[in-house]
């Protein structure tokens, strides 16, 4: 397995058990596990991945108009963006995350990994 891709399964397994603990730590983790999907995703299909977080976004937008994975994968778009901006907010107490902010970030992360995996496992 992709080493990125086994880094986001734990850090994905590790945010669900503090979901009911500590949503914010959850949501702080289950964001390290979109990115580290992702990362695999970009090292798959580009041979790199971004310096910064925040670059994740226009490496998916790249992805997309060069055709190296389907038009619907426009659909996480949002998806990784909202999480990526809110990241921060997560890790340092910038904001309230409840348990029902981090269970949608559960269920977004998820989809977006199963669709990581769909390119990366094969």
Not at 8 to 30: G, H, I, L, Y
Not at 41 to 58: N, V
Not at 98 to 111: E, G, H, M, Q, T
Request: glycine share 4%.
């Amino acid at each position: 397995m992709n080493k990125h891709l086994e880094d986001s399964e734990t850090w994905f397994k590790t945010a669900s058990s503090v979901v009911d603990e500590n949503p914010r730590v959850a949501c702080a983790q289950f964001s390290h596990a979109m990115i580290k999907a992702l990362d695999a995703l970009f090292e798959e299909k580009l041979g790199e991945t971004p310096g910064r977080h925040d670059k994740a976004t226009d490496f998916f937008k790249k992805l997309l108009n060069e055709n190296l994975i389907k038009g619907e994968e426009s659909k996480y778009r949002n998806s990784i963006q909202e999480i990526l901006q809110k990241k921060s907010s997560a890790e340092y107490h910038g904001e309230y995350f409840s348990k029902s902010d981090a269970l949608k970030w559960k269920k977004k992360v998820n989809r977006i990994m199963n669709m990581v995996r769909d390119y990366v496992e094969k």
